[in-house]
């Protein structure tokens, strides 16, 4: 547990609340003087960076994601953004490890395994793979009529 200065948590807050209002900008200003103050956390990385993705600044988005992930190799969220990253600029193979190392120590964090079923299935056409993640990801959620489909398709095109 890091303890860490109240204005700055307040600070944080406020920008996750401007994020949630799509004023990504304005967050980012605010996530600057946070992470000038505070750096042992990877969580102010992993905002900063999805709101420069949603500013169209991939650039500074994947550096950020680095920097948390030096703090925390295995973070779900910052390998799930990361991953999101890499698919969109083609690099599948390096998209492919981000959401295996956010699977690896969370293996209930199910927007990486989705992430990497579609990946695995739409991109890499590996349908083994596509498989193993939407079935693993069904034991988790099994109401999830959407995933189920794609489950049905994926073992149609393997022959199953």
Same mark, same amino acid.
């Given at each position: 547990?890091?303890?860490?200065?109240?204005?700055?948590?307040?600070?944080?807050?406020?920008?996750?609340?401007?994020?949630?209002?799509?004023?990504?900008?304005?967050?980012?200003?605010?996530?600057?003087?946070?992470?000038?103050?505070?750096?042992?956390?990877?969580?102010?990385?992993?905002?900063?960076?999805?709101?420069?993705?949603?500013?169209?600044?991939?650039?500074?988005?994947? /550096? *950020?994601? !680095? =920097?948390?992930?030096?703090?925390?190799?295995?973070?779900?969220?910052?390998?799930?953004? #990361?991953?999101? $990253? +890499?698919?969109?600029?083609?690099?599948?193979?390096?998209?492919?490890?981000?959401? /295996? *190392?956010? !699977? =690896?120590?969370?293996?209930?964090?199910?927007?990486?395994?989705?992430?990497?079923?579609? #990946?695995?299935? $739409? +991109?890499?056409?590996?349908?083994?793979?596509?498989?193993?993640?939407?079935?693993?990801?069904?034991?988790? =959620?099994?109401?999830?009529?959407?995933?189920?489909?794609?489950?049905?398709?994926?073992?149609?095109?393997?022959?199953?």
């Amino acid at each position: 547990h890091i303890e860490v200065d109240s204005d700055i948590e307040l600070d944080f807050k406020s920008a996750i609340a401007l994020m949630r209002q799509d004023e990504n900008a304005q967050a980012v200003v605010i996530l600057k003087t946070v992470i000038d103050r505070e750096q042992r956390l990877p969580a102010r990385f992993v905002n900063i960076a999805i709101a420069y993705n949603k500013l169209a600044k991939p650039k500074a988005a994947e /550096e *950020n994601l !680095i =920097k948390a992930l030096k703090l925390d190799i295995g973070h779900p969220v910052a390998n799930n953004e #990361l991953g999101l $990253l +890499y698919r969109k600029t083609g690099r599948f193979k390096a998209a492919r490890t981000a959401y /295996e *190392n956010a !699977i =690896k120590d969370n293996p209930e964090y199910l927007p990486a395994k989705q992430n990497l079923g579609v #990946l695995c299935d $739409l +991109y890499m056409h590996d349908y083994n793979c596509a498989l193993e993640q939407f079935e693993d990801y069904l034991e988790l =959620k099994p109401d999830d009529k959407t995933v189920a489909i794609w489950v049905a398709d994926v073992k149609r095109r393997l022959g199953k």
